[in-house]
């Protein structure tokens, strides 16, 4: 039975010395073990600190894109309806001349040509008084030299 309480009595001294060892070793391992820890934390800081520099420069991007993309929708219908006006202009341009050829080339009477010729230069007057004078002037000389 001395035999057992020797060996009890070694198991319990061993588990003391182990625990010591343990905690005066856990203070050593502390600091290299919370300095791994902070480095740790400090990345993961600076990755969400990139992240979210990332997504306010995207954010900024995107808010430019856009703004450029509405900018160029406004300009493009601005164009599209000065393109519009322009070729309405022509055409009437266009229809008071050809009245005219058709008149002195005999194919339509001076009464069609001078209707055609009136509306034509009233929708371009509409549109643009200056070049509507113009046509006018063109228009009244025509129609003395007949």
Do not use: W
């Amino acid at each position: 039975m001395r035999g057992s309480t020797f060996l009890n009595f070694s198991i319990g001294t061993f588990l003391v010395s182990c625990s010591a060892v343990l905690i005066l070793t856990y203070a050593e391992f502390r600091g290299p073990i919370s300095l791994i820890l902070d480095h740790e934390t400090a990345e993961r800081a600076q990755r969400a600190e990139l992240i979210q520099a990332l997504a306010v420069s995207a954010s900024k991007t995107l808010d430019a894109h856009a703004a450029f993309l509405a900018r160029s929708e406004e300009t493009s219908a601005e164009v599209l309806v000065d393109a519009r006006r322009t070729a309405a202009l022509v055409e009437e341009v266009g229809v008071m001349f050809a009245a005219r050829f058709l008149q002195t080339e005999g194919i339509i009477d001076d009464r069609t040509s001078d209707r055609l010729a009136r509306d034509a230069v009233k929708a371009i007057s509409a549109e643009s008084p200056r070049i509507g004078l113009l046509l006018d002037a063109i228009n009244v000389r025509f129609q003395t030299l007949k």
